[in-house]
């Protein structure tokens, strides 16, 4: 057999994949004798492409459907695309634009097509990337938050809301986006790390009959012309004389209230709060106490409105309004002056624009008793938040939970079924179809010659969350005419064989700036549709951040391209390279390095399957060395499997692997194929060989959830397999029997190599000289038993035990172990020799002074587990006979 000498990742990924996906071996159906686990995807948007965020998210999922797959289970990993709202349309307008084509120039159903059009040529490309990664997903269950029967579940659950009085209308303020011309939720606006500098500035207004002024600090001075009260503390003596009185607002001489408010905090700017109830949410929270006005001075587009009353900014963008007035004022005398101060400023999640408070008709989701559930199911651990510490945040939120505004004014998403017949604010009915639509406004209205042609549906769209939080269920087709009943607003179970059998989902992996957006959602819908939890387990990921920490983004110049990643070091080594350093929920310092070293990984398993496949084998008897290395790496594969299991269950994906890379690097290859290895030309025998090619699939098969490709390419060589044999369906090991003194010998003769190999690289002794050891222990079983491992690997000629010391020897210590290596006499440089045991009492005197000093601690003795308690006293034994063999050496040099 013919193997190439190095790795051909390219090769093997595109050849693999395609075979898995030839023989189904993603496709998962229902299945009464085996387990379910399932996942669905987050769905990424259909505009995105592959990011690092991406690559780390489904490099864990594939991890977790890998194994269950092997482990038995009916695994189903679901995949599916966001039809994302703002971000699409956004992306459609942008195209029409450069096809010279104004959004404003078309119907909705023209623009509509374009969508489609648009969709079904760039709205599958994030997917295909997938399949490079290896995503092992049911790809024929793909699924897209616009297709025909997602929409329908949306529409539906929509108007059972309505009818169950969750679903209202009404005004409220909201987030607009300007630039996107829709409200956002409060989850969309972000909030930069890095704070901006803002202007505080200062503004005189005048008390109407009276020569008093009152000063207010503003940092948007736009908004002045809606003002409509002046508020300040009733507490605050030195304006508390005011509260009744008049204030007038400059340029237009409005009169406002001035009004007392605990809200106003005496120290902040001036310790008076101009109210603009139309433009601050918390301005808006005032003017509903007191009654005050609304003005609504600034259009959709940013724009402001005649509303202002000053003609000269009218059509003006706010900014620019900003900009002028600031003259205006100074000119005027009203400006006062300005101080400088950092704050966050909260812009558009999609467009980056500052977001506006705007007061507005919108469509919105009382949460506060929905959410009930789902707050307590995550609180008591049914569905469990890892890392724990995101209950914190997710119980923060949740208990200050807000109406949920649903709706977008956008013509590319689920439309609101909300259909008007009349000019009153609740002149509509809600309803699944124009048809019921009709009838419902014939009943409500009393008049029975109502038609199609007098009702308009409602404009807008539904935010893409309210579509996106039904995705455990809507894969499945849940809310289908079979199986949802639209009397008690539940889905019932025994009518859907798919969504029985995969729901609830066994683990949701995501992100968690997207707790709130999507998993409390989730959760939620649920409850209030199933009565049971979407998912056991949420894992949520970190951020992939460059080695500045700073968030990986296109825009920043500092994220790699995922597939030019694969591409240029495979998709095994990329997989693995994202898990070194990505525990769950914390950020992942991206270093390439890391890839490097999944690259460096690969090789290193390749080398090994060529050196072992490579090997004749031929004779008999197995050497005595070669029976205790297969006892040894049994014993040590058995633990490391208890281990990764472990992991596993904890969901400590990052240290799964790294158990899994120490056992392949250090004690496969770097151990065992060392202590087994035939001498240049010679046989190995065919038990060891047997024996060998076992631990080899069996590591392979602990690897091939991180390293699908390599660990699918050697397991197709090491042996002849039948039909449907291949590694990805093959069973998950068992963890077998253990033997802990073995462990204990091997780690004590592994330290013994170690060091001979050392005292040869010092000393320039070539690995090829052989030499004579002497032991002189205490407790020789250790070295007993791997005797013949030591001769061979270390090239030990002779191994002897004494109870003397050897002269004229090159020796070293370990712990109260002493070793002999004898040289010719005189090839000795005893003052070497003195400095260098030096050197090492000194060392080991301080590190035993350190562990007393931890152990004279009473809040550490007391306070640490029993068994670290119990290590640092071993240290200390082994240190104080160190030291005492190490004196006693010093002095026998005289």
């Not at 002493?818 to 080991?844: H, M, N, R």
Request: proline share 4%.
């Amino acid at each position: 057999m013919s193997l190439s000498s190095k790795y051909e990742s390219q090769q093997v990924e595109d050849k693999w994949y395609q075979h898995w996906m030839d023989k189904g071996y993603f496709k998962a159906k229902v299945n009464p004798q085996k387990e379910p686990f399932t996942i669905v995807i987050p769905p990424p948007n259909v505009t995105g492409v592959l990011h690092m965020g991406h690559m780390l998210n489904n490099t864990i999922q594939d991890v977790l459907i890998r194994k269950a797959r092997m482990e038995g289970k009916e695994a189903l990993w679901v995949p599916g695309t966001d039809h994302a709202s703002i971000a699409t349309e956004a992306k459609v307008v942008r195209m029409l634009r450069e096809k010279g084509i104004k959004k404003s120039d078309l119907s909705r159903d023209e623009f509509m097509k374009h969508s489609w059009e648009w969709k079904e040529k760039y709205g599958g490309i994030i997917l295909e990337q997938l399949k490079k990664l290896g995503a092992s997903c049911d790809w024929d269950r793909t699924a897209f938050t616009m297709d025909d029967a997602y929409y329908k579940a949306v529409i539906r659950v929509f108007v059972d809301l309505y009818k169950k009085g969750y679903i209202y209308r009404g005004w409220r303020m909201v987030n607009w986006d300007v630039e996107a011309q829709t409200t956002v939720s409060n989850e969309e606006v972000i909030y930069a790390d890095k704070e901006e500098v803002s202007k505080l500035y200062k503004v005189q207004y005048s008390i109407k009959d009276s020569d008093e002024k009152v000063i207010i600090a503003t940092q948007r001075p736009e908004t002045i012309m809606g003002d409509t009260g002046i508020a300040v503390n009733p507490k605050d003596d030195r304006f508390k004389h005011l509260i009744g009185k008049k204030a007038l607002v400059p340029f237009i001489n409005r009169e406002i209230p001035i009004i007392g408010d605990d809200y106003v905090d005496i120290e902040f700017g001036t310790g008076c709060l101009k109210v603009t109830p139309a433009h601050d949410p918390n301005d808006y929270e005032i003017g509903q106490r007191h009654n005050l006005d609304v003005i609504d001075t600034i259009n959709l587009d940013g724009t402001l409105n005649e509303k202002c009353e000053v003609p000269a900014y009218v059509g003006m963008d706010r900014f620019a309004v900003r900009k002028q007035i600031i003259k205006d004022l100074d000119e005027a005398g009203y400006l006062m002056g300005f101080e400088e101060f950092t704050t966050k400023i909260g812009r558009s999640e999609r467009t980056d624009t500052v977001i506006e408070p705007k007061l507005s008709l919108q469509w919105f989701i009382n949460m506060k008793d929905i959410s009930k559930t789902a707050h307590e199911v995550v609180m008591n651990d049914e569905v469990e938040l890892l890392p724990s510490k995101f209950k914190n945040t997710y119980n923060h939120w949740m208990e200050n939970v807000r109406d949920w505004c649903i709706s977008r004014q956008l013509w590319w998403g689920q439309r609101i079924p909300a259909y008007f017949y009349g000019e009153g604010d609740d002149d509509f009915v809600v309803a699944e179809s124009l048809e019921e639509a009709v009838e419902l406004a014939r009943q409500k209205s009393g008049t029975n010659d109502l038609t199609a042609a007098d009702l308009h549906q409602d404009e807008d769209v539904l935010d893409t969350w309210a579509s996106s939080w039904l995705f455990p269920m809507a894969v499945f087709d849940g809310f289908n005419d079979g199986c949802f009943d639209k009397e008690t607003g539940k889905i019932i179970k025994g009518k859907n064989a798919d969504l029985d059998y995969f729901y609830p989902t066994s683990v949701l992996v995501t992100a968690p700036e997207i707790l709130f957006f999507w998993v409390a959602r989730m959760i939620i819908a649920g409850y209030e549709y199933m009565d049971e939890k979407p998912f056991k387990h949420v894992y949520l990921t970190g951020i992939v951040r460059d080695k500045q920490r700073r968030k990986m983004s296109k825009s920043l110049g500092n994220s790699p391209d995922p597939l030019d990643l694969i591409r240029d070091y495979g998709a095994d080594a990329v997989r693995t390279g994202m898990l070194f350093s990505s525990p769950a929920g914390n950020d992942l310092l991206y270093d390439e390095k890391l890839v490097e070293q999944g690259r460096n990984f690969a090789n290193k398993i390749w080398n090994a399957f060529r050196l072992v496949k490579g090997w004749e084998v031929k004779g008999n008897s197995t050497p005595g060395e070669n029976t205790v290395a297969i006892q040894w790496f049994d014993s040590r594969f058995n633990e490391t499997l208890a281990e990764i299991e472990d992991h596993f269950n904890k969901f400590r994906i990052s240290d799964a692997l790294m158990s899994t890379y120490k056992l392949i690097w250090n004690d496969f290859c770097s151990w065992y194929l060392e202590m087994i290895k035939p001498a240049y030309g010679e046989p190995i025998d065919p038990a060891t060989y047997e024996v060998t090619l076992n631990f080899f699939e069996k590591i392979m098969k602990i690897l091939h959830p991180f390293m699908p490709f390599i660990t699918e390419e050697i397991w197709s060589e090491l042996r002849d397999r039948g039909i449907d044999q291949d590694i990805i369906v093959s069973a998950w090991p068992i963890i077998g029997g253990t033997d802990e003194r073995l462990t204990q010998n091997a780690e004590k003769a592994f330290e013994l190599i170690s060091q001979i190999r050392n005292v040869r690289s010092s000393k320039g002794i070539s690995p090829k000289d052989s030499l004579d050891l002497f032991i002189r222990a205490n407790e020789q079983e250790a070295y007993q038993r791997f005797a013949g491992v030591i001769r061979k690997v270390a090239n030990i000629d002779e191994l002897k035990f004494t109870e003397a010391k050897v002269e004229n020897a090159l020796s070293f210590v370990i712990k109260s172990d002493e070793f002999y290596l004898p040289l010719p006499e005189g090839s000795i440089d005893v003052a070497a020799e003195k400095e260098e045991i030096t050197k090492e009492l000194e060392y080991t005197k301080g590190f035993l002074n350190s562990v007393m000093k931890k152990l004279s601690n009473e809040k550490f003795v007391n306070g640490a587990p029993e068994q670290v308690v119990v290590n640092e006293k071993k240290k200390l034994a082994d240190a104080e006979a160190k030291i005492k063999v190490l004196e006693e050496k010093l002095a026998s040099l005289g």
